[in-house]
């Protein structure tokens, strides 16, 4: 539990249990944040964010960003809402859509991250060069299974082969793992941790993935805009035509309101979550995404 003890000598707060996800079973009880601006930030984190324009994090800063929150073994849900950035994230690829959301990125400056499934890599396997010239790339398992219904070193076979795939096709670095429908355990928690792996969930859900009635990419649309604020990050799908679509909304949208689409470890570096928004989980964030659906 070395993880564990570093996250409360660094929040000097009580023992809490592991924040629950948002995705299917029982949640676990969180500890309850303190009000804003009470809780010391993750070390090493840069003192402003920058807006749209603004100069981001370097790569070393980022990479040693993302490793600071793997020792740390918190899932992250969301950034420390001090700044204008955001993190639109995109799970189940690659897929046929995948150029076209590229497009439409390049075409309005953005920068994301992909989480990537080995059997979509299989099919789809000269995608994600692509992504990485504009976005981080995390792994979502081998085949999207229900981790939580799997024994521990099943699970963890199924996340460590989902990475060696988006490896073999990306190269490194593949340090972000965001668990299908959201499911984790703390003893995934603490294997990620080991494998120096940053677990990151969301606080915005799309509701892209919905199945009944099919989600309208007007909805979708509506749904992010309605719910994003500074810190946020955004869980969408790049295997949905309408989520594609959808974009065409969301990327203006954000120029707008004068916020700036960047990738998970941009954000981690230049606008961290606190030690207490980690042991808060969810909750950490704040009200935001009224949303109850468990992604994918």
Excluded at 91 to 108: F, M, S
Excluded at 110 to 115: D, N, P, Q, S, Y
Excluded at 226 to 237: C, E, K, T
Excluded at 243 to 256: F, M, Q, V
Aim: charged share 20%; proline share 9%; with cysteine.
């Amino acid at each position: 539990m070395a993880a564990g003890a570093a996250l409360l000598a660094l929040c000097g707060c009580g023992a809490g249990s592991s924040p629950g996800s948002r995705g299917p079973g029982p949640a676990t009880t969180a500890t309850t944040a303190a009000p804003p601006g009470a809780l010391a930030h993750a070390p090493g984190a840069l003192a402003h964010a920058p807006g749209e324009g603004g100069t981001l994090p370097t790569s070393a800063e980022q990479q040693a960003a993302v490793q600071r929150f793997a020792d740390l073994g918190r899932p992250i849900y969301c950034g420390a809402r001090h700044g204008r950035l955001v993190a639109l994230t995109f799970d189940d690829g690659p897929g046929q859509y995948t150029h076209i959301a590229l497009r439409e990125l390049r075409k309005a400056g953005a920068r994301a991250t992909f989480f990537l499934v080995g059997t979509s890599i299989a099919r789809y396997p000269g995608p994600p060069r692509l992504e990485r010239e504009l976005a981080a790339i995390g792994e979502h398992t081998m085949t999207h299974p229900h981790l939580r219904s799997l024994p521990l070193a099943a699970a963890m076979a199924e996340i460590r082969n989902g990475r060696n795939a988006a490896l073999a096709v990306a190269g490194p670095p593949v340090d972000l793992f965001r668990p299908p429908y959201g499911e984790h355990s703390d003893a995934i928690d603490r294997e990620l941790s080991r494998d120096g792996m940053a677990e990151i969930l969301w606080d915005v859900d799309s509701d892209d993935s919905r199945s009944s009635p099919p989600a309208d990419y007007r909805e979708i649309s509506a749904d992010v805009r309605r719910n994003l604020r500074p810190g946020s990050i955004v869980l969408l799908h790049e295997n949905r035509g309408q989520t594609i679509r959808a974009l065409r909304g969301i990327l203006p949208a954000l120029r707008r309101r004068g916020l700036r689409s960047v990738s998970v470890p941009e954000l981690l570096a230049a606008d961290p979550p606190s030690i207490g928004q980690l042991a808060a989980g969810r909750r950490g964030c704040g009200a935001s995404d009224q949303m109850t659906g468990s992604g994918g």
